[in-house]
């Protein structure tokens, strides 16, 4: 199984930074801070949406991954599955998705047999 083709192909977000102000500041420096800090308020939404989308294809692209690992071992009508999968998730997740179908193969011949 390719595992690649579950990879979120989405750049990943970069979180603005947040000015500041030093301490010893003059009152031009204020303004220039609160308008510096009114541009990242609405940076940070556009942040916060950005990875609202970043992790939903994320999302989809694990939910993809686990139907089709569980159909191409066959055990996707299984009626324990969802155990089996989380029990293969759990024991491979770590080591990247080829080591989850991995693990999920070596449960398949347990529970097929």
């Known amino acids: 199984m390719d595992t690649s083709i579950y990879e ?12 500041i ?4 500041h003059t009152s031009e420096d204020a303004e220039l801070y ?10 940070m939404e556009t942040y916060q949406e950005s990875m609202k989308e970043y992790r939903a294809e ?8 686990r139907h089709d690992a569980l159909d191409d071992v066959g055990l ?16 491979g997740h770590s080591s990247g998705l ?11 011949e347990l529970f097929l047999d």
Not at 35 to 43: N, V
Not at 76 to 91: F, G
Not at 98 to 108: I, K, M, N, P, T
Request: one cysteine or more; hydrophobic letters at 30%; glycine letters at 0%.
């Open 76 to 91: 996707l009508n299984h009626p324990k599955a969802d155990k089996i999968y989380s029990k293969a998730w759990e024991d």
């Open 8 to 19: 979120n192909k989405m750049e990943y977000p970069a979180r603005p930074k947040k000015p």
């Open 58 to 65: 994320t999302h989809r692209l694990m939910d993809k991954f």
């Open 98 to 108: 080829y080591s989850v179908y991995q693990e999920l193969c070596d449960l398949a």
């Open 21 to 24: 102000l030093s301490r010893e």
């Open 34 to 43: 609160a308008a510096s800090l009114k541009t990242w308020e609405k940076d």
